[in-house]
């Protein structure tokens, strides 16, 4: 099953490749990572969407929570929570393409930051499957380019974390 | 008064108490060197490779409780040390590894002897640190310390760039450490005990099980105190040898792939097991599958969480320290007016002895040719069972296990994790620094101490007499023993031609040496080389080629499916 760890964690030099390398050493997935610092400079928070059992997500979290740079871990998936991704896409806007292309945009809520003469940028936001959903509806020759900063999350109400 | 980096790093080793240091010097950590010329409270010991240096801080290590401490330099000499980290991780020894590194503005440029220690190291240390600054040296030795020695113990490496030795600063060694991402754990659950001794006190057919955690965490007092209080019976694994006198009548001997067969059997049988400090790997459980085919509740009491449920699924784990976690089960317990179903208990010791009849280490006594098992046997009768014995890895290390019997811990010294060959010379040279006087063995096989044999000029120059006993059977003994099992008798690069004479080579090398060849003489050596109390003697004994281990759980198999004599 596919899951949401969020996790704060020093903010220090190789401290992503000891999560990173954890991964890969013990043979887990990882479907994105994300990670920057927060409010506080000498913390990281980190987002990762990974899959497996639930045993294999039991010990992702107690693996992840003994590297010693790491100070809190959460599954995400344990309560109710937002996840957000978001893609910058580069369309063709050609004569042909121009006007269906801003259609899309609009019926997926994304935004065009930047137009040429044969392209528009368009920023969209939303969840994995929303992001997916737009790929898929727009006419695969029209994409030129996509970038994707994998998801982030964060718990409803009164669940956080922090330290 | 500011003190250069060098001059630091000495004096957080002096502030920490090291008294030894193993290593080997280059261009790296040359400063740091100049530093131990102009002083003389930490000694150090220098090896014949990184590699040697390693083992010996945690043989050190192993054999007295205090942090092994390792230095070496940068590219080559980091990479030569890391097998042995390796092998301190898989152990969960405490040590702190310093490395020299090129120079700050040199690294990443492909700079001469420069690697990547941080990055090489970092899936088999506790932690490490590349140290940018000369103002962090002291805060940062003091981390590895702490973190090498708390928690879960490991190796943590510390890589100090060349020019960061060479700058200043003002020296004051932090008195305390703390890390808001860092708190272990060590009082168990008190709702957690309370489910286990109920467990515990309604058991029919209990079990003890017992790893390495037991000696780590100086628990071995407790740990007899709670046996004996239960009647129940115990094992222990490769690691956790010595947690439990095996002298003890409920002693059930070693568990696991060469374990006894009452202990697999009561592994399998028992219907309330409680693991201690040990983590039910590949070796001890064999298929977790078939280890499920039986019903058993199962108490885990471990440092690490990331221990318990890993392999197999427990009733009632207890994350704590497992000193702290039996003191408080044994103060519950002898307090608690509920006791065991002593004729459940009773006949459950008749079956545990019906197995024990088996007497599965049985060998061949009569036989013409030296026996494996007979050297060790001896071993233990001339040393009077207080030796420490270090082993490298194969055959000669399961016979160790199966027939010295260890009745304390720190006693045993071997690689049990990650099992590495190599290990036993330079593990006795560490145990013999650390404790000047004692008898040391290292019971080897002629592949294993030819990987780190240059260490017998270490032991020359510091006048370590150690005592190498050589099981020497002209093969790779437990390749050969699963060719011979599993891939139909064919012995592929398994037999060890062309062997030097060890007798000419441990002369070379200024020590003594001995080849014996008749059973009758095994006793004999051995006595003439304890004598020898300021000597190393190397015996070489020539022993059956045919001899296998037994029992043998297969590969992939079930515990009570053992290949017995």
Redesign the interface.
């Known amino acids: 099953m596919r899951h949401i760890i969020s996790l704060l964690m020093e903010n220090e030099a190789g401290a992503l490749s000891r999560v990173s390398g954890l991964f890969s050493a013990r043979g887990y997935n990882i479907e994105s990572l994300s990670v920057a610092p927060t409010e506080d400079p000498s913390l990281s928070r980190m987002t990762i969407v990974t899959s497996g059992s639930d045993d294999v997500i039991e010990q992702i979290i107690k693996q992840l929570n003994k590297l010693i740079e790491v100070i809190k871990v959460i599954d995400l998936n344990d309560g109710e929570h937002i996840e957000r991704e978001m893609m910058l896409v580069k369309v063709k806007a050609g004569e042909a393409e121009r006007e269906e292309a801003k259609r899309m945009a609009d019926i997926f809520r994304g935004r065009i930051i930047d137009v040429s003469d044969q392209s528009y940028t368009i920023e969209l936001t939303g969840t994995v499957a929303k992001l997916d959903a737009f790929l898929a509806a727009i006419d695969r020759s029209w994409i030129l380019e996509t970038v994707r900063t994998g998801a982030s999350g964060i718990g409803r109400g009164a669940r956080m974390l922090r330290i | 008064m500011e003190l250069t980096g060098a001059e630091i790093v000495l004096r957080c080793l002096q502030e920490e108490g090291v008294e030894h240091v193993f290593g080997y010097p280059g261009g790296a950590v040359l400063f740091i060197y100049d530093e131990f010329f102009k002083q003389d409270k930490v000694k150090h010991i220098l090896t014949r490779h990184e590699q040697g240096a390693v083992h010996a801080a945690d043989g050190y290590s192993r054999s007295t409780r205090k942090v092994g401490v390792a230095l070496v330099t940068s590219g080559p000499g980091a990479t030569n040390a890391v097998t042995g980290i390796a092998t301190a991780y898989m152990d969960s020894i405490p040590m702190v590894i310093i490395s020299g590194q090129v120079p700050t503005p040199a690294i990443g440029l492909d700079a001469f002897q420069e690697v990547d220690t941080?990055?090489i190291t970092?899936?088999c240390v506790?932690?490490n640190f590349?140290v940018k600054d000369v103002k962090d040296i002291a805060s940062t030795m003091k981390k590895a310390f702490y973190?090498a020695s708390s928690g879960r113990p490991g190796p943590v490496l510390v890589d100090i760039p060349k020019d960061i030795t060479q700058h200043k600063a003002e020296f004051v060694y932090p008195e305390s450490v703390s890390?808001?991402?860092?708190n272990p754990v060590t009082k168990g659950h008190p709702g957690q005990i309370r489910r286990a001794l109920q467990l515990i006190l309604e058991a029919k057919r209990p079990m003890v099980y017992t790893g390495g955690g037991v000696t780590l965490s100086n628990a071995a007092g407790e740990l007899s105190e709670f046996v004996r209080m239960m009647n129940f019976p115990c094992t222990n694994t490769l690691m956790g040898l010595g947690g439990y006198p095996a002298t003890d009548r409920q002693f059930l001997g070693m568990l696991g792939m060469h374990g006894t067969y009452e202990a697999n059997m009561a592994m399998q049988e028992c219907d309330v097991l409680i693991a201690v400090g040990a983590r039910f790997d590949d070796r001890v459980i064999g298929n977790p599958e078939h280890f499920f085919n039986a019903a058993r509740k199962i108490i885990h009491i471990d440092i690490?969480?990331?221990s318990i449920?890993?392999r197999v699924?427990v009733d009632v784990p207890i994350v704590g320290n497992v000193q702290d976690v039996l003191q408080e089960m044994l103060k519950a317990l002898s307090s608690s007016r509920e006791r065991v179903d002593a004729a459940a208990l009773e006949s459950w010791w008749k079956q545990i002895e019906e197995w024990r009849s088996r007497d599965c280490l049985k060998y061949d006594r009569q036989s013409k040719l030296i026996k494996p098992q007979m050297v060790v046997e001896k071993l233990y009768e001339v040393t009077g069972g207080d030796a420490f014995v270090t082993s490298d890895v194969g055959q000669h290390q399961m016979w160790a296990a199966q027939f010295y019997k260890f009745d304390k811990p720190r006693r045993w010294i071997n690689s049990g994790g990650l099992g590495t060959m190599g290990f036993g010379l330079p593990a006795a040279m560490g145990v013999q620094v650390a404790n000047p006087g004692a008898k040391v063995a290292c019971i080897t096989g002629e592949g294993s101490i030819q990987m780190c044999i240059q260490e017998l000029s270490t032991c020359k120059q510091y006048h370590l007499p150690v005592k190498i006993i050589a099981l020497n059977n002209r093969y790779l003994g437990m390749v050969r023993q699963w060719q011979e099992f599993f891939h139909g008798n064919r012995y592929s690069e398994s037999y060890m031609d062309a062997l030097p004479d060890f007798v000419k080579l441990a002369e070379a090398y200024g020590h003594i040496g001995m080849r014996i060849e008749k059973p009758e003489d095994v006793e004999g050596a051995l006595k003439e080389a304890f004598a020898l109390k300021d000597r190393l003697v190397f015996m070489d004994f020539v022993t059956d080629q045919a001899e296998n281990v037994f029992p043998m759980v297969p590969g992939g198999k079930g515990l009570s499916e053992m290949i017995l004599v």
Do not use: M
């Open positions: 941080v990055g970092r899936p506790k932690h590349l973190l890390l808001r991402s860092y690490d969480p990331s449920s890993k699924r």
